[in-house]
């Protein structure tokens, strides 16, 4: 429905018309005398301009306390009311006088009222539209407040400012005496809630924006954003121009795409092309100050989209340290294989010549030894024979402990763990049959493995403690089983065991379980347990389930369950 009036005479306007329209014409029946007279026209010519001056208000205050007082000392004069009020919808849904024009002044600040039907407030917010009270003496949808009585408040209109997704609160009208509002009251005072709402909503997204910038300008991290379509910088953190020195004019004013932009290193063109295409880049940079200096940087490129529009997000962390701390660990890296070379000749020229001495002298005291037929002294020259044997294994050992401390470059090859177990056994077997050891072995018909030779020197290691440790004429079982992607290698003996504080420290060079009488240096064990680390593997030892003896046991890859 609608009314088309022409302007009265004592307006400024005499030209045009003024057409009102209701889009319900049911939702109100306040008023069903639709006749204007002039002062009628006029009065609502005169809040069409409090409503344009409030608008403007609005747009250049940023005040929102005192556009509030305006909004409520305007609106009161513009219905000719006593009291006006806006009530901001709280957390718990209770609402407080937040502003207040006509009251007393303890009630400004300090007045809550109760949700829902304990207050016009609360049932305005639950109808979601507004609410006219012609009597507040003989009214019974909801509570009245304890402060509208003794302001003796008899007629209100309330409105909600906001929707029911974004409520402020509610804005309120009242008067001493009883009065009919009408529908254009109603509408005159919703516009000046919606006004208000807007500026709600225009100050927090202010705030939200001044929140993000201050996070963002407090940031250790160049966030830049260009515009897909023009490749023109919208956006620099201020970070980006404290370090690198320019204006905010001439850094927005600078082309990406310009080989003297201060973003260079790559083909921009190229790189722009390969961010829309996989949607986000990551790319080291350098930036070039207004000083020349050169800043090397980590810059990740991200395509975002906003209302239709692309942009291009750089977030750039200054690598300046990592770069001195990565050209660090090179020199260190080169000293260290520097030092692992010299390492490797030094034990390499002294087994040699170690070797090379204690030959000669175990061969001439086997040749003396045969020749003496004095029974002491052959004796004697046995002990010699023997101790240069054992040396000369210890210096072995040595040697490849050596190497293997260094071994990270080892070479893998596809293996039979069984070739492996036999040609250790055939290097013991002398040992096997001194004391008459036997060796049960249970596997797999193959046992393809990704492991490298020094594996036989585990397996050598780990059967030759168990032939020292086992009683004559005992049992020693060697067992490989798959597990999953893995073998897991376990040699058995029927010794006397390991306690639990000697097995911690029996992988140490040169340490060995203190209950044991046994020749050696300790270095086996050690030497296995380099070997498997080399390989991503670790031995463990435990006791036997029988309770006699121990086990030690490994695990290595199986062939075809891994690349490496």
């Known amino acids: 429905m609608c009314d088309v009036f022409s302007f009265p005479d004592k307006c400024k306007s005499k030209c045009g018309k003024i057409c009102i329209i209701r889009a319900d014409a049911s939702q109100y029946t306040y008023e069903n005398d639709y006749s204007f007279d002039e002062d009628k026209i006029e009065n609502m010519y005169l809040r069409e301009k409090v409503l344009s001056k409030l608008g403007e208000k609005a747009l250049s205050c940023n005040n929102i306390n005192i556009l509030m007082d305006y909004a409520l000392k305007t609106a009161a004069q513009a219905l000719n009311v006593k009291y006006s009020l806006i009530m901001e919808l709280l957390q718990d849904g209770k609402f407080l006088m937040r502003y207040g024009y006509g009251f007393s002044e303890w009630c400004v600040g300090s007045a809550l009222v109760d949700k829902d039907l304990g207050s016009p407030s609360g049932y305005t917010a639950l109808i979601g539209k507004p609410l006219v009270v012609d009597d507040m003496r003989t009214e019974d949808r909801f509570f009245i407040p304890r402060f509208l009585h003794e302001h003796n408040i008899v007629s209100s209109v309330t409105v909600i400012i906001g929707d029911r997704s974004y409520m402020y609160g509610v804005m309120c009208v009242h008067t001493d005496k009883q009065r009919k509002f009408t529908e254009h009251d109603v509408n005159f005072l919703q516009s000046v809630a919606n006004i208000l709402a807007e500026k709600i909503k225009l100050r927090d997204s202010f705030k939200s924006l001044e929140l993000y910038r201050n996070l963002i300008n407090q940031s250790s991290d160049y966030i830049m954003v260009l515009n897909a379509v023009t490749k ?16 905010e004019a001439e850094m927005l004013d600078q082309d990406i795409f310009d080989p003297g932009c201060f973003i260079n290193g790559h083909d921009m063109h190229e790189l722009i ?26 810059i990740s490129f991200s395509f975002v989209e906003d209302e239709g529009i692309a942009y291009i997000v750089l977030i750039g962390r200054d690598i300046s340290e990592r770069r001195i701390l990565e050209h660090a660990i090179k020199e260190r890296a080169k000293q260290l294989e520097y030092s692992n070379e010299i390492k490797n000749m030094f034990a390499d020229v002294t087994s040699h010549d170690l070797i090379g001495s204690i030959s000669l002298i175990e061969g001439f005291a086997a040749y003396l030894e045969e020749l003496e037929t004095d029974d002491e002294k052959k004796h004697l020259l046995g002990h010699v024979v023997s101790s240069t044997a054992k040396l000369k294994k210890t210096i072995d050992s040595a040697a490849v402990f050596a190497k293997l401390n260094c071994a990270s470059d080892m070479s893998i090859e596809e293996l039979d763990l069984r070739l492996l177990y036999y040609s250790a056994l055939e290097r013991l077997l002398s040992k096997v049959s001194e004391k008459a050891i036997n060796v ?68 140490d060079r040169f340490r060995r379980a203190d209950t044991s009488h046994k020749s050696g240096h300790g270095l086996g064990l050690a030497i296995s347990r380099m070997a498997l680390k080399c390989h991503g593997e670790d031995i463990h030892v435990e006791d036997n389930c029988t309770g006699v003896g121990t086990t030690f046991w490994f695990t290595v890859t199986v062939a075809g369950m891994s690349e490496s």
């Not at 390969?274 to 980590?298: M, R, T």
């Not at 393809?448 to 004429?473: G, T």
């Open 273 to 298: 092309g390969n961010v829309a295409e996989d949607g986000d880049l990551v790319v080291e940079f350098e930036l070039l100050a207004k000083n020349g200096l050169l800043i090397p940087v980590e």
């Open 440 to 507: 049960e072995f249970d596997c797999p018909r193959q046992c393809d493995a990704h492991i490298n030779p020094i594996i036989e020197e585990v397996f050598y290691n780990l059967l030759s403690n168990a032939i020292k440790y086992s009683p004559d004429s005992g049992t020693i079982n060697v067992a490989i089983k798959q597990e999953v992607s893995k073998w897991k290698v376990s040699i058995s003996d029927e010794g006397p065991g390991i306690s639990d504080e000697d097995k911690i420290k029996i992988f």
């Open 232 to 247: 023109k910088f919208i956006y620099v953190s201020d970070k980006v121009f404290q370090d690198l020195g320019f204006t």
